[in-house]
């Protein structure tokens, strides 16, 4: 009986073991992960990425709902086409990126949890922040947990690790973030709406 109490008990402490959240870094050694940004303006719809993704996500298969993390891209990062359209969005009249360096989605909870396969969708609201200033928003979001895919990734397949895919799309006004509010509204877009597919893997050392 205590050698069945034993292997029991050891059994369980396996299972807690394994369903332990896994901690994913979004800084992308292969500097693909990128978000989009679109503002369909009357006369020059603009399109743009941003590439300096970073953060970590903290993510349990066993338990999504528990999922925590902070999303970050470096404003100077983000770029249309036209280099001197760039240089006026980082400059003080639009993103003011010398003062505000850093866009930042800071995870308050995962609602409407749905898992299929290794797929959960959610609906994650959290804090925003752009320029300076911080509004609570929600996002409809799909994680894509990726068992032992690191290595594939990277092109060495005997390197251990997860990936963690997040995607998601939603909408903000920019006059809410002190953009140039009210201004220029038949060139840029007052809606911007932004796309991200970008993917974490193993906290890098």
């Known amino acids: 009986m205590k050698k069945l109490a ?41 399109a743009g990425t941003a590439g300096g993704v970073s953060g970590a996500v903290s993510f349990d298969p066993a338990n999504p709902a528990a999922t925590t993390g902070r999303i970050v891209v470096a404003a100077n990062s983000l770029k249309v086409s036209n ?12 993103l003011n990126v010398a003062q505000h360096p850093e866009i ?7 609602t409407d949890v749905k898992t299929e396969g290794n797929t959960t969708s959610a609906t994650a609201t959290g804090k925003f922040t752009l320029k300076g200033v911080t509004k609570e928003i929600s996002v409809p979001v799909r994680l894509t947990h990726l068992a032992g895919a690191f290595g594939k990734r990277i092109n060495k397949p005997e390197v251990p690790g997860d990936l963690l895919v997040l995607r998601g799309e939603f909408t903000i ?33």
């Open 6 to 46: 034993l292997l029991f008990t050891t059994a369980l402490t396996g299972l807690s073991l394994s369903a332990a959240p896994t901690a994913f870094d979004f800084k992308d050694p292969k500097g693909v992960n990128a978000i989009q940004f679109h503002l369909d303006s009357l006369l020059e719809p603009i």
């Open 83 to 94: 280099t001197m359209m760039t240089e006026h969005l980082h400059g003080d009249n639009w």
């Open 173 to 205: 006004q920019r006059g809410d973030y002190g953009i140039q509010p009210g201004r220029n509204e038949d060139k840029v877009n007052p809606e911007v709406r932004l796309t991200l597919a970008i993917v974490g893997g193993p906290a890098q050392g």
């Open 104 to 110: 930042v989605f800071e995870l308050g909870a995962l």
